[in-house]
């Protein structure tokens, strides 16, 4: 009786101590969610294929509940996690990591079947002969919200969640972001477990992480919250520095673009300067997880993205932590449209790069400098003396159709009539005669603004690996002129919020993030 009233004090004062850090903005929201106990958590195999030398687990998994069943008509999250065992695994004496690609798609009762295997994790795991998991369903959708009654998924859910926290600060559960992380948590979770049975037969020590578009976005906040996270590949998920990033939007094209249509419906840009956005980027901007975020990163690109500009990293790279690498695709958009083979031979290089001991990978960097008009760029890439040496480089180039707007989109709407053909030419480079401080080669090349509009250039070297794999790496994009032609979103952007801001507890104006992770799983 005495243990049992002594456990009862403790979970008594462990809620009150969790109420006051809420209430002092003192909690650490995205990592207190993914790390709570949830009792919904389970798997369960369903079904075994085998295909193309390697064997697919399917399981049903349950992450976990989000908000209740009075909030939405889906607080419970299921998914399908695919793994992947190739049939050289065990006799090659397989690497104890595992390759992690957080999916999309709807929600769906029926078992998978052969052909919805993800190219992008059945590829690394044939390839590095690795374990893989594939989760779908991340996130949980369609899902109904019940003040309002509408089916919504993707960017829809995500800024209709935006919304409601900035509504209400109170309660960052509402963020769509956290049960997305937590599912990929649950999810290694059951790859580990799964290996312990005798159906699963493998020791998963860690993981490489990966995702595209809103997946990609949940790489980023994965790694910052989970120990287990060797290395990740967010893919065309440029968004660290959330809000200097989107706002330039405003600059470069005198408005947002189509594909933030569900954020500008939900009225999200109307906050975007005000300090209810800092609450929320506080929470989901991977800019304020980047001392976490030490591990190797491989962030792949595209020059035609419609969400993002094409230089966007230029508001974060020089702020990351680690070894970090990048890679743009030329001539495709944010849907990778002909472009997959290339994200995964990335993906399988760069994770042969950070688990297998015998592969180098290369070293390397650049800088991009403008003259003093900033109608000039020059962008020079260095290799380390040390460092394996390319079989060739070369610089892309393209410019803009306009005159008037910055903008490289492949397309301008959700039309296919808005198809804007803005090719990316590679042009090859030869190494500078003069090596560079650490005695490697050095490429270099320099060009002026066009006649009309912008053009947009990067430098990509490719190597081959010991293991016989091409692999490419990129610089960042130079564009000439180094202008925008638009005014920078200031009132415009929070036309009827201009007292918004005050209007909820400033106590939670920021979390500390950080924090250590606490725990041993």
Known sequence: MKLLKSILISIILSIIAISVNARNGSGKPLFDYVQSYDPHYNWDLKATYKLNNATYHVLSLVSQKWLSNQDTDNSVWKHWLTICI????????????????????????????????????????????????????IPNQPITFT????????????????????????????????PMVKAAVRAMDAV?????????????????????????????????????????????????NMVNNIGQ??????????????????????????????????????????NKLTMPKLVVLTTGDEFFLSDSTKYFWSQLKGD??????????????NGVDQVVNSMSTFFDYVTASKVEIPSYSWTIDYSADNNTGTISLSLDKK?????????????????TKRDFRMFTCSLPTCYQPIPWIPTVLSPETSTN?????IYKVTISKPTSGWTGFFVEATFITPLGKKSQFTSEIAMVPNKLPFPKCSDACTVGVSNIEDDHNDSHTHYDNDFDYGCDN
């Open 147 to 178: 003040k309002e009654g509408v089916p919504r998924i993707e960017d829809a859910f995500l800024g209709y969640t935006f919304r409601a926290f900035l509504n209400d600060s109170r309660d960052p559960t509402v963020l769509g972001y956290l």
């Open 249 to 290: 939007q405003m600059e470069a094209y005198g408005d947002w673009s189509f594909a933030l249509g569900d954020y500008v419906a939900a009225g999200i840009p109307d906050y975007l300067y005000t300090k209810l956005m800092t609450k929320l980027t506080n929470i989901v901007d991977p800019l304020v997880y980047f």
């Open 437 to 441: 401080k650490n005695n490697g080669p």
């Open 86 to 137: 190739p049939d050289s695994y065990n006799k090659k004496k397989g690497i104890d990591t595992a390759f992690l690609f957080i999916d999309g798609k709807n929600n769906n009762v029926t078992v998978p079947g052969i052909e919805s295997i993800s190219p992008y994790s059945s590829n690394v795991c044939i390839k590095s002969n690795a374990i893989t998991a594939d989760l779908t369903q």
């Open 387 to 403: 460092s394996i040496l390319p079989v060739s480089v070369v610089v892309y180039s393209g410019t803009t159709i306009s005159s």
């Open 324 to 337: 970090n690498y990048l890679r743009i695709i030329p001539n495709t958009n944010h849907y990778i449209l």
């Open 192 to 240: 580990q477990e799964f290996g312990k049975t005798k159906t699963g037969a493998y020791k998963i020590k860690d993981f490489v992480v990966s995702g595209l578009s809103k997946r990609g976005w949940a790489t980023w906040l994965t790694g910052a919250v989970e120990k287990r996270v060797k290395a990740i590949i967010p893919v065309v998920m440029p968004i660290p």
